[in-house]
């Protein structure tokens, strides 16, 4: 019996040792930041360049046969970008950007790749169109994926929910994710940006991002937000992140990473190059 309690008491002590001297979970590093800048990045990326796919894709009428919409929208699409070739098939459009001469540039981004459009509902108040990316690229990314986009006319908003597979060209760099983001316009109207509340998350070089984002302000030509903040959660352990994001000046984004205590600062430029402020 006495033996049985020593062994009891040296079991408890041995357990109570080993917490008290379990290390706290590391702080973030200065690397794990910028990595997680990174992948925001990337992924935002891909989301602009659908966006503005998506954008050009609005302008039909309400409430007229799907069919006719169809027609409208082809004909604003070859006005506004000639390089592109358009296939129409009942209420889906084929477009194959930079096929033919002529300018392939919508809001400051210059396509390439294959896009279908379906508008599947165009009722007063009940808009519903699909839409399908076949290594759609602006010479910096290459989108690949679907989306669906609905329409809220009593708010002046979009819903865009996306499967999407992306990859950096200049290095190969490749992200696997999803999303359901709403967008309104900025105060400057369409040409300026939109403003997106909503979700993503990927796959990605280091695993698993989830990232709540919180309205931000992105521009067509920007890399990253100029305004608002993002909930990122990390697959390093412990360590979620928010990042918030400031303009600078017309080039230039400050974006700040913080963990707990831990905050640092970068500065991303128009082209995407990040370094520390």
């Known amino acids: 019996m006495v033996m049985r309690k020593l062994i009891a008491l040296l079991t ?7 917490i008290s001297c379990k290390p706290e979970d590391e702080a ?14 990337l992924s935002s990326q891909a989301a602009t360049l659908i966006n503005g796919t998506v954008e050009i894709s609005t302008n039909f009428t309400i409430g007229q046969a799907v069919e006719q919409a169809a027609q409208e929208l082809r004909d604003f699409i070859t006005s506004q970008l000639p390089c592109a070739e358009i296939t129409l098939a009942n209420a889906t459009l084929t477009i194959e950007y930079g096929v033919n001469g002529g300018n392939c540039t919508w809001h400051g981004q210059t396509y390439s790749g294959s896009h279908s459009v379906t508008i599947n509902r165009n009722d007063d108040g009940d808009v519903l169109v699909s839409h399908a990316w076949d290594e759609l690229s602006n010479q910096v990314m290459s989108v690949t994926g679907t989306a669906t986009v609905t329409w809220s006319f009593a708010e002046g908003s979009r819903n865009v929910t996306h499967e999407l597979t992306w990859t950096r060209l200049f290095d190969g760099r490749q992200g696997v994710g999803s999303g359901n983001r709403t967008h309104t316009l900025l105060p400057g109207g369409i040409v300026e940006g939109i403003e997106i509340n909503g979700s993503r998350n990927w796959e990605g070089k280091a695993g698993q991002w989830d990232l709540d984002i919180d309205g931000v302000e992105v521009r067509w030509i920007d890399p990253v937000p100029q305004a608002g903040s993002y909930s990122l959660i990390t697959p390093f352990d412990g360590k979620d992140l928010t990042l918030t994001f400031e303009r600078v000046d ?28």
């Open 12 to 18: 408890v002590t041995f357990l109570l040792l080993n």
């Open 28 to 41: 973030l590093t200065a690397a794990e930041a910028r990595q997680a800048l990174e992948e925001s990045s």
């Open 250 to 277: 017309e080039d230039t984004i400050e974006v700040t990473v913080s963990s707990g205590s831990a905050d640092y600062s970068f500065l991303v430029s128009k082209l995407g190059l990040i370094e520390e402020a």
